[in-house]
């Protein structure tokens, strides 16, 4: 086989053409130059055969890939490679050892997995934390438990037990859950099920109910929960501040505890209820119910049809017994096609209106008595008759009255009787009976009788109407996650040479060699070279002064090792337990299988692994290993600590103490199980209290970057003096403070003071239990408040503050400079005021909306202003009062301002009753105008008089005469005519010579 076998018992067995070692993970140009050394005709050179193997010593250092390297050149290697960043680190240890114990965690390309049970098996991806899971291409899980799935996409989960399932899912904090696309769930304990949900701040519930969905799920996409306690379960449903329940599709939800349940339906403002689809719930405790439709009204038997007779919802402003008025709303068009609302003005023109034409209806007509020629009259006052009244015509002797409908004639009875007739001409025809026992044979021809039509009307069912209605990111998560693992490292300690003693008597034990002063070999097979150089074990190895190798198998190269299979090399190195290695001057590996390599370093506990100068790895026995790599402070001499089972040190020089712990940059300090320090001068643990390998100061907390201080459990802190301090808190950024539990502070000064709250954005504070600041810089107090924006502020004093003494939990605002005082207000838009000091429950919507007057106003719109709510009892119409409904309003809606008033349009007609409360649209009101409009033109119409002739009576002037309301008509009576007036009656006859009146009953006679 073309080998060669040098020494006794050599064995030389390798064929050629064997490929040699290729180290796991190495670069293309460096596997080729290791294939280019493989042997293609030569069989191998042996020094010893299997079980019997020998050094080489005074071997000169290689030059070429294929020369043989010495331990110098070893230790070089090393030293380069300690002196080196280190990258591609995984780590894994616990009490019983699991996956990737032996660095096989990251089977991805590209990715990493560091901690216990920690799994990288997506492309590029990242998993740090006790059980981390990061499965697809790009997904990153930090914390214990963390698991990040993307799918088609990447996912991020950060903090203990957060689940990220879906393309670009979130979950940070301790633990959220985040399944779908796209969905984000930040905080403590919240939900979002479903493609683009979100879920922030404290036990929201947003998507379906709770049902299973998968990665590409669906249950409730786009749905977004803000705040504490809140719940999205509608598809695009939206639920912001404290413990508000959105489940309709599209719904929202904004405040305190406000419901909306109806599709498409939007509850605004504290315990504000929207049940019905489409239905709007304005202001604090406004209730929606289901819409009504009012199709028309009868006014006087005539109908009337509206418009916007079959509403889609509702939109209420308050609840039955806490009704609000709609102030400042503009003049809504009358016309039988509108749906614009009806301001009290209008109302007021229509009420004057009816009170005008009631004067005139009431006003009936005038009538009085006048004689001409030798006619006499008595009683001459004018009488008024009211509409629907009756004048009666008397007729009195020698007096025919025929009443034909409306038209009454007045003659000359054909057989009068006169007690004395005087007479400037009488003619008459056939026999004429007068009183007295006169006859007149022939005809008698009088002055025919005037007829009087006195037609009226009757006013009935004039009514009155009362109008009242309205019309109307997560900041990116930059982490720079600095991973550290060691690669293409690998230890080659190759048998011993042979070198002659001065006496030949140092090699006692069989086949062994001993070369050098007072060297001795006395175990079987055993090889010592050097100064006092010990080799006392089976196949021990004892090379430099005062080595000493005294078990089975041990090295010893200036060093000691006292246990089987131990290797120690360099001055005064120890190796003192199984399996040891230790490599470098004054280092020392005494757990069994630890690894020292470097100067002054210590590998204390079963599998412990220290690299670097100073170092110290101490692991728990029973329960996992330490590791130590890096370099040391060259003033104190102190190297990377690991002290804890899994705990990782990893720079220069860093501290990690506590089981699965790990401190990787400059000068980090990770105190607490699970705690995790990157970067340069992080501080994350327990504030700095003594913690033991089994301690529990701060589990799972993580600090990447620069000055950071993590001191809570399964806190996080990433960025540049952030601090972390609450239980799962997150602080990411620039100087950012998360001091609560389960906090969270992105940004730059972002303060998450309150618990679970969430601040986000620059110079941000949330105060309270989920409370939320997101945006530059405003200011959230309370439980579940929240802001949105620029310069906002929601807490209970209006200041630019947020603190334990001004929280007004679930309080909204959004945009710019808005500012939402008290419990439940809302203020959206830019420079919008909801609430004041005391006063609580407003919604102000709009640019410089403002509703600071009474608890519980709204404003809609831009510059729209509230005012203290006035009751209007009822209203007096022709003299009959009518009582209202909603008489004592405890706030106002108001759409506008005194001068800038708005039309409120798309209004459904209102129910019409004594009790309703709805609004009132102008179709409405125009049905109301024109039935007043007919009322009018009867009213208007008055009275119509003319004249007529029967039988030989005459009429001068036929032409109809109009006699206006309240106008009079004056009966004249001429010769030999009598008029007697009284209030309602005329009796009309032949008289003597005058008229009589007597009573209450006109008579109208002729002359005698």
Known sequence: MKGVALGSGAVANVAPGVAGYVPAGASAADVARIVATNSTDLGAVSLGSAGHTRQIVNLAAGTNDSDAVNVAQLNGAVRAAVGNPVHYHSVNDNSVQQANYNNDGATGINAVATGVAASAAGA???AIGDTASASMAGDVAIGQNASANGGTGSAVSIGRGNIANGAGAVAIGDPNTATGDGANASGLDNTATGNGTVAMGHTNMVGGGGQAVDTAGTAAQGAVGIGFQNTATGQGAVAIGNANTATGVGSVAVGNASTAS??????????AVASNAGAVALGSGSVTAAAVGTPGVTIAGTPYVFQGTTPASTVSVGSVGAERTITNVAAGRITGTSTDAINGSQLFA???????VSATANKGIFVTTAATGTGTVTGTTTQNIAPGGTATYTAGNNIAITQAGANV??????????TSVTTGGLTATGTTTLSGGTTIGGSLTLNPATTVNMGGNVITNVGTGVAGTDAINLTQLNSAVAASATHYYSVDDGPAGTLGNYANDGATGLYSMAAGPVASAAGIQATAVGYRADASGIYAVAVGTGSKASAYQSIAIRGIATNDYAVAIGAQTRASARYTTAIGN????????????????????LGDVAIGGYGIATGVAGVGSAVSIGGYNADTFVGNVATGAGAVAIGDPNTATGNGTIAAGLDNTATGNGAVAMGNTNMVGGGGQAVSAAGTAAQGAVGIGFQNTVTGQGAVGIGDRNVANGTSAIAVGTTSTASSAEAVAIGTNATATGGKAVSIGSGNTAYGNGAVAIGDPSFASGTGAFVGGADNIANSDGTATATATNQANGAVAIGNANKAIGQGSVALGNGSTAGAVGIAGNVAIGDGATAIVSAGDVALGSGSVTAAPVGTPGVTIAGTPYVFQG???ASTVSVGSVGAERTITNVAAGRISGTSTDAINGSQLFATNSAIDAVSAVANAGWNVTTAATGTGTATGTSVQNIAPGGTATYTAGNNVAIHGSHR???????????????RHGHLHGGQ
């Open 586 to 605: 004054f280092s020392g590996a005494f757990g069994e299988s630890s690894v020292a390599l470097g100067d002054g370093v210590t590998a204390n506990k």
């Open 409 to 418: 004639q007045i003659a000359t009875s054909m057989t009068p009787t006169f």
């Open 887 to 889: 008489t004592t309003p």
């Open 350 to 356: 229509t009420n004057s209106a009816i009170d005008a």
């Open 124 to 126: 590029s991806s990242v």
């Open 985 to 999: 009656h005329r009796h009309c006859d032949g008289h003597q010579r005058a008229e009589h009146r007597t009573g």
């Open 262 to 271: 109806g599709p498409g339906s939007l509850a605004l403002g504290n315990t």
